[in-house]
């Protein structure tokens, strides 16, 4: 596997990670090993940046890695709760709204969370991805810009990046 040494960012937060939670190594560490170089220089950028965010914020590292692991715990759980009972812990939309979406703690955690595992998850990574390909592919055509459900602001911050000045942006979200 790849060194992560030149990676200093993103191998402090996978390597806390990998204190916590054991479980998740493995899964990562198979996840990483595939990746090219541009993948460990985005995911660098990214942590930059991302530690950037935190620091400004006041949040410290240490819980957006247990909002990550309580993320990953929690999609574990409903998996399970949705393999036996057939359904979703959520039953409904509203009861999502008021346990989930209205809950800032909730959300705030959800966000952090969800930030890292845009690297760390293989679907994620695709999906990233995949807009920055298309943003680039289609971007002499696009005159506005909307994102629907832009959470913790990576593709909309990237969508920017590749579009420019000039253009309008526009993100709704359901919670604050």
């Known amino acids: ?91 409904n939309a509203q009861l999502a709204l008021e346990k989930v979406y209205s809950n800032e703690e909730e959300m705030k955690q959800y966000m952090i969370g969800l930030a890292i595992s845009q690297f760390l998850w293989s679907t994620h990574y695709e999906m990233y991805l995949f807009l920055l390909q298309n943003i680039w592919k289609y971007r002499t055509s696009i005159k506005k810009y909307l994102e629907i459900g832009p959470g913790h602001g990576l593709f909309l911050t990237e969508a920017i990046k590749i579009l420019g000045n000039g253009l309008y942006f526009s993100a709704v979200y359901i919670s604050k």
């Open 1 to 91: 596997m790849k060194t992560l040494e030149p990676y200093k960012n993103f191998n402090n937060i996978i390597q806390i990670i990998f204190e916590k939670s054991p479980l998740q190594k493995k899964k990562i560490l198979s996840f990483i090993s595939k990746q090219n170089n541009e993948y460990f220089v985005q995911a660098e950028n990214f942590s930059k940046n991302y530690a950037a965010y935190l620091k400004k914020q006041n949040i410290p590292l240490q819980y957006a890695i247990n909002s990550y692991l309580k993320m990953c715990n929690n999609m574990v759980a409903s998996q399970i709760f949705f393999f036996k009972e057939k359904k979703y812990p959520n039953k």
